[in-house]
Nanobody, 114 residues
Framework: QVQLVESGGGLVQPGGSLRLSCAAS????????MAWYRQAPGKQRELVASIHRIGFTHLSDSVKDRFTISRENSNTVALAMNSLKSEDTAVYYCNAQTPSYEYWGQGTQVTVSS
């Protein structure tokens, strides 16, 4: 069992920055990939970024010039979001993948608005 807790969401003005953090606990040794997804109202949940235990990272085209995913420590992954746009408004979910299961956090709201 893996537990994921997101933090760092909130309200920010366009052009501003936020840093999200996902802390994993439980059987964290089984995690191979951690990722951030987001879901805006009325839209499909989409992959934003992912990081492999080995270190490879992926960013979606819509955020690759503005966001960075990184490992803060062995069990925590951060998503640094810069130059935020209104289109980034969504609930952001942390995801962890193991060979057998994938787990989800509860989500954290990010609202980009003036």
């Amino acid at each position: 069992q893996v537990q994921l807790v997101e933090s760092g969401g909130g309200l920010v003005q366009p052009g501003g920055s936020l840093r999200l953090s996902c802390a994993a606990s439980g059987s964290t040794a089984d995690i191979n990939i951690m990722a951030w997804y987001r879901q805006a109202p009325g839209k499909q949940r989409e992959l934003v970024a992912s990081i492999h235990r080995i270190g490879f990272t992926h960013l979606s085209d819509s955020v690759k010039d503005r966001f960075t995913i990184s490992r803060e420590n062995s069990n925590t992954v951060a998503l640094a979001m810069n130059s935020l746009k209104s289109e980034d408004t969504a609930v952001y979910y942390c995801n962890a993948q193991t060979p057998s299961y994938e787990y989800w956090g509860q989500g954290t709201q990010v609202t980009v608005s003036s």
